[in-house]
């Protein structure tokens, strides 16, 4: 077997680039990734002794193996890096007495096996079919609320106008937030983007998830002491699957996560659907006739502009995944973005394709026992905005006077290795 490379190619100096802090590639880290995979889908790369893992195959046979790969540092990756060397060849009891002192590590992303398993239990007791229900007749209420106050004066800045807002309001009828909330919960959580995935440490001291640990305690610590016929009542009453009652930070952390993990992923989703198709006149006259393509639409989205770049796993001992060894303790980064364009899985990977017939097949929510439980919101979110956004518009362009002329656009990513998307699109339609 292998050890993972560290060498050269003849694209370019690979071990010059830092990923995790090169602004270019935040624009466009296509061609970095290729060339990661062209000399092995397992590859470490130098600057932070990260193995990067862009190949498909090699990603999914790690987002399912969870009893050798710990979601610890899920979140951080190697900032700080884990608190403790792990040395031998079984560091899991290292990582059981040591993970909480990681950073984030009350998020639900980073549980592992059982404690993870009996969490995500909790939540699709939270999550009933009749709730996903009523949130979607909600989402067909509020989109046209919110285009309401985008679509005026024929351009708008569409992440902050349209799905910023959308998506955060429609995460909160999910989880029951009283309407009579909505505004604070816009002020205290519609501000710039994130630090989530910064490599600065300190960033991660500050987090929207304070803010919504404390709202969240407070609902249920209030429909515990006091039942009421709403949303919040059942995700007080929710047991896990022995039928005990979590204690309140449990419910609390379900809650906050999805919210904060929901409303992420479909801000960046319609960003990137609607520059696609303000980008190609034919690509938006096709779906414009024939809305049937939508669904195969967001797919392709998905799968060409992830909007999660990637995700960590810690080897808990010596593994041995696509012929490559990788030793206990080692960091790996699953990277989506790079597994969406495979070409071993993806024809022409590079060419955004509706007809695409494996679109599906991507790994933009992740795989395994940690996918994205918000999975199914966000494509509803995605289909459900661009429905009406084809309803009340004849043309959608980019705005040239903030993005400049096609050919030379002028385009801002987040600042972050962990998150795919625009800050902000600026747009002009008819």
Not at 51 to 65: A, C, K, L
Not at 177 to 197: K, Q, Y
Not at 379 to 401: N, Q
Request: proline share 7%.
């Amino acid at each position: 077997m292998t050890q993972p490379q560290t060498t050269t190619t003849d694209g370019g100096e690979l071990d010059a680039v830092d990923f995790f802090t090169d602004n270019e590639l935040l624009h466009d880290p296509y061609d970095y990734l290729a060339a990661l995979r062209d000399e092995c889908p397992l590859r470490r790369e130098s600057h932070h002794d990260v193995v990067m893992v862009t190949g498909y195959d090699e990603g999914v046979t790690i987002y399912n193996d969870t009893a050798r790969f710990s979601s610890c540092i899920s979140v951080t990756g190697p900032f700080p890096g884990f608190p403790v060397p792990l040395e031998g060849d079984d560091v899991s009891e290292l990582i059981a007495q040591h993970r909480d002192e990681v950073p984030f590590s009350d998020q639900l992303p980073t549980f592992d096996p059982p404690v993870h398993t009996a969490h995500r239990a909790l939540l699709s007791r939270m999550l009933t079919p009749k709730r996903l229900k009523e949130n979607e007749d909600f989402m067909w209420r509020l989109v046209d609320r919110q285009l309401d106050r985008a679509l005026t004066g024929g351009r708008c800045e569409f992440i902050g106008d349209f799905a910023a807002p959308f998506a955060m309001l429609v995460i909160a009828d999910l989880l029951g937030v009283p309407e009579s909330d909505h505004d604070e919960f816009r002020d205290a959580l519609l501000t710039e983007a994130g630090t989530i995935g910064s490599s600065e440490g300190d960033q991660m001291q500050h987090s929207p998830l304070e803010y919504l640990y404390g709202k969240f305690a407070q609902y249920i610590h209030s429909r515990r002491d006091e039942p009421r016929d709403d949303v919040l009542n059942g995700i007080a009453a929710a047991r896990f699957p022995d039928g005990t009652i979590p204690e309140v930070i449990d419910a609390v952390r379900v809650a906050a996560n999805l919210f904060a993990a929901g409303q992420e992923t479909t801000v960046r989703l319609l960003s990137a659907a609607v520059m696609l198709i303000a980008e190609d006149a034919e690509l938006q006259a096709k779906l414009r006739a024939n809305r049937d393509l939508i669904p195969r639409f967001i797919e392709e989205t998905l799968r060409y502009e992830s909007p999660v770049r990637g995700d960590f796993r810690l080897s808990k001992c010596p593994v041995t995944v696509g012929g490559v060894d990788l030793p206990a303790g080692t960091t790996v980064m699953l990277l989506n973005a790079a597994m969406n364009r495979d070409p071993r899985r993806f024809t022409e990977p590079d060419t955004f394709d509706i007809e695409r017939a494996n679109a599906r097949s991507h790994v933009a929510f992740g795989r395994g026992p940690h996918a994205c439980p918000g999975a199914p919101l966000a494509r509803a979110e995605g289909r459900i905005s661009l429905e009406r956004l084809f309803d009340r518009t004849t043309d959608i362009r980019i705005d040239e006077r903030k993005h400049g002329p096609a050919g030379r656009r002028r385009y801002t990513y987040l600042p972050t290795f962990i998150l795919r998307g625009l800050t902000r699109l600026h747009i002009e339609f008819s």
